[in-house]
């Protein structure tokens, strides 16, 4: 079992910044890949970015490649998302999950609204 807690959503002028973290606690944290993803308002859940289990290897959706960096801190059992340049379109309910098997986001956690006002 993996339970997942976002924070740091809030709304934020075009152009601002904001980082999200995603406090994880059960299983072993450094033995799954953690991603995150978004859904906006009448739209499907999409995929933001990942990391794998040692931080080594990330991945991130077009959308947000150059302004979205995604990191994670083992010791601390976290996974960030710090969102430079924000455009009204990048508002959604953001998500961590935890990726325990390959390929599959078995655990989630509850969401953390971002605003962007343009």
């Known amino acids: 079992q993996v339970q997942l807690v976002e924070s740091g959503g809030g709304l934020v002028q075009a152009g601002g910044s904001l980082r999200l973290s995603c406090a994880a606690s059960g299983r072993t944290f450094s033995t799954y890949a953690m991603g995150w993803f978004r859904q906006a308002p009448g739209k499907e859940r999409e995929f933001v970015a990942a990391?794998?289990?040692?931080?080594?290897?990330?991945y991130y959706a077009d959308s947000v490649k150059g302004r979205f960096t995604i990191s994670r801190d083992n010791a601390k059992n976290t996974v960030y998302l710090q969102m430079n340049s924000l455009k009204p379109e990048d508002t959604a309910v953001y998500y961590c999950?935890?990726?325990?098997?390959?390929?599959?986001?078995?655990?989630w956690g509850q969401g953390t609204q971002v605003t962007v006002s343009s």
């Open positions: 999950a935890a990726e325990i098997k390959a390929g599959e986001y078995d655990y």
């Open positions: 990391i794998s289990r040692g931080g080594g290897n990330t």
